[in-house]
């Protein structure tokens, strides 16, 4: 179903292994994030459970063959090769960080170890979807953890690069802290609590703002958050007092925030509504929210769309998947690229984290304690082991908990939303230095 | 299957519409772009195909309404209200400009006439569909422009948000301009043209870089482009013009383009292969190929992906979908919004466009000659009616060459990269401006 959603090369670079004899080889990837984006000082981890649903299910349709069969580019292409593709299942192993894992540049989010063909064709997808949830999570983090005490609900499907990353970005979102989602699709499949209020439509769709009110209050009960600034806040805050409980509270999405909002609260108090909460949106973010609570505004919870669902301030991860190792008839070769302004360290890895620091091992070592005495986590996991789930991943909520968790334990630096001068601490085993080093100078018949 | 696709607020106001006897009025929704993205001076729609499929396939599976039942949300929502879903289906009219016309701010790009609360749910998928694709094909448009007589191809579905997004931005791009995508699915799906090289693994995988070279040139024949910088681009242009012909030619994809280039064309130069040609890629965009191409470099084609697939200096749109008509029992009313940052203008629209200027007049108005005598093109068409297609809609191709001929037409200061002082001509036709003031300062008794 989707495995023709990849980039052409992977296929062509397939025929090209087939006819080769390479596909006895097992290579090994390795997905990570070469560089943080502007402003972070790590990223959250998400997409795990997609990555996986795409790999167990992977497949060619008979259909799907007939086009490749019919491109310029496979003209050469045995029939050999298009027999193997329609057999052609995940048969390999992934690893994997758990979903909600913060992790800084160069460290593995995932390791592929398959079949050089498998390994080669699923890049693009798991690139993707790896990349675009971890994204979305990491800016969810920010926006959630500035906004405190105060919930943050995902609003951004409208603004999501297609309808599907809506549907991804509210569960990336929800992982990354937010209470929930606008997105019903994401409830019904993943389980995210859903939220919602009423549009400006709804206001003008009644002859007047009252019977609007009144007609939502009459369904929502006390899940009613009237939408007051169609025509104007302050009056809009005055008509929605006047209908008394029940009601959630009110929400403001255009104007002066800080203004209006302590309009809004004076009316509501006065009407005896203390307890009817105040939210806000219109194209927040988390540097807009922090200057909000700087003003400590009477605001009690946001609804962010656009910055969220698109991490408008960061719109790609600049994630890669790049060969660490081969093996072909027993014996196992480390690869790693060394152009000029991008190279890769060779060989699988695994992460130990320590308190307050990071060692980027070979999978091979076995881990130290720290000079305290204490034994580090072991971040790298076996999720699928030959094309079988090695066990049940954890759910979005799970994941959610996870990451507030493992979040928390950051240093205060490291949780800023600013790039600080004190970058968290990743060290590079000797033993994972050494291999870099003879892979970069070998010497002639020593082997690695 | 989709149905659910959209915001909570959508369905619980559609509750609210069905339990408050709103079900029979007739709603007319405009989806257009409020202000232009950063150094746009128009936007290409696109997106039209893909919102057309899903408003002639909107329905609610049992499974999506039980999920909706449990919601605390619905609690108050009639049994009659889940019947109604149950047979909703889109019975409405469409109408909008074709893909690949460009549009300036306020002109809609789509609008929905159809009963309220169906004209209500679709909000969200439409303007995640409509929204995206319309921003890639403008991103593709000023890359492809740029590039002039090098053709560059969309290769950005790894950093997309999401694998589908990586669909949806191959198609999009196509019809901005691009020569095609390597995104394999979007050649099966939409009948774009596919292209591929090679990846920095597949040179690895092999023990030797002349190995991965000759064994590329077998499969590929005159498909053949080395990717030549994983070790060292010059011995890698070197090893490719050793191999001679067949090749169609290099990819370069790090280090100093305009150097590495020059340096490239002359060793294909002195190997006698003057007809192959240089591909670049590597992190480019609009504005570095501008540069690229002021330095005069022999590079005869671009692989653009992050850039184009997130459009990542505009990652997002800003489209609107706002209710600009109401009809119930016969009676028609004009809506709009009046809040202190955001207004809307009422009534559904026809654009007129004329030679250099465009003039956004109400639908019932006919088109005028312009001083030269010449007859306005009427840029909204119907698509569908009564929730029947009214004609095929071109495919992606169509879409491209339209598009090529619509921006073409546009005036010089236009198709800039970057805001001019002269922006295009907008003009709102005084029957509009008079529905305008009616609907702000309405005068008691009088009808509109």
């Not at 592929?112 to 790896?130: G, K």
């Not at 990353?165 to 994401?186: D, K, P």
Request: hydrophobic content about 40%.
């Amino acid at each position: 179903m989707r495995a023709l959603l990849t980039d052409l090369y992977q296929l062509t670079m397939a025929a090209g292994y087939y006819e080769s004899g390479k596909v006895g080889e097992r290579a090994t990837f390795e997905l990570f994030v070469r560089h943080l984006p502007p402003n972070r000082n790590f990223i959250v981890a998400a997409g795990l459970a997609q990555a996986v649903e795409y790999l167990l299910d992977f497949h060619f349709e008979p259909a799907e063959l007939d086009y490749l069969r019919r491109l310029p580019q496979f003209r050469n292409a045995s029939s050999g090769f298009f027999d193997y593709l329609a057999g052609l299942r995940f048969s390999g192993d992934l690893f994997a960080v758990p979903e909600g894992t913060p992790l800084f540049a160069g460290e593995p989010v995932l390791t592929v170890r398959a079949p050089l063909v498998e390994a080669q064709i699923i890049e693009t997808y798991l690139l993707a979807t790896i990349g675009f949830q971890t994204l979305i999570a990491t800016k969810a983090w920010r926006i959630a953890t500035t906004a405190g005490d105060c919930s943050v609900v995902e609003f951004g499907t409208r603004r999501a690069h297609s309808p599907e990353a809506g549907v991804l970005a509210g569960r990336a979102a929800y992982i990354g802290g937010c209470a929930g989602t606008s997105n019903t699709e994401t409830g019904f499949r993943y389980g995210v609590p859903v939220y919602g209020t009423a549009a400006h439509s709804w206001v003008q769709s009644f002859t007047s703002e009252d019977e609007s009110y009144r007609r939502l209050q009459q369904l929502l009960g006390e899940a009613t958050i009237y939408l007051i600034d169609t025509y104007d806040t302050v009056e809009g805050a005055r008509k929605a007092a006047a209908l008394g409980r029940p009601l959630w509270g009110v929400r403001l999405d255009s104007g002066n925030l800080v203004e209006l909002s302590r309009k809004v609260r004076a009316i509501l108090d006065e009407a005896g509504l203390r307890d009817a909460r105040i939210m806000a949106t219109g194209d927040l973010n988390e540097y807009k929210i922090l200057e909000l609570r700087n003003h400590r505004v009477p605001i009690d919870a946001f609804g962010v769309g656009t910055a969220l669902a698109t991490s408008d301030d960061a719109p790609h991860l600049g994630a890669v998947y790049k060969l660490v190792e081969l093996q072909s008839n027993n014996v196992r070769r480390f690869t790693a690229k060394f152009s000029e302004d991008k190279h890769t360290i060779p060989g699988a890895k695994q992460i130990f984290r320590y308190q307050g620091y990071d060692l980027v091992a070979r999978t091979a070592q076995a881990p130290k304690r720290d000079p305290d005495g204490q034994w580090p986590e072991a971040l790298i996991e076996p999720v699928i082991i030959s094309g079988t789930l090695a066990r049940e991943l954890p759910d979005a909520a799970a994941a959610r908990s996870f990451a507030a968790l493992s979040t928390g334990r950051l240093p205060a630096a490291t949780r800023s939303l600013f790039e600080g001068a004190d970058p968290y601490r990743v060290e590079y085993s000797p033993e994972l230095l050494r291999l870099l080093d003879q892979v970069r100078h070998p010497t002639p018949g020593v082997p690695i």
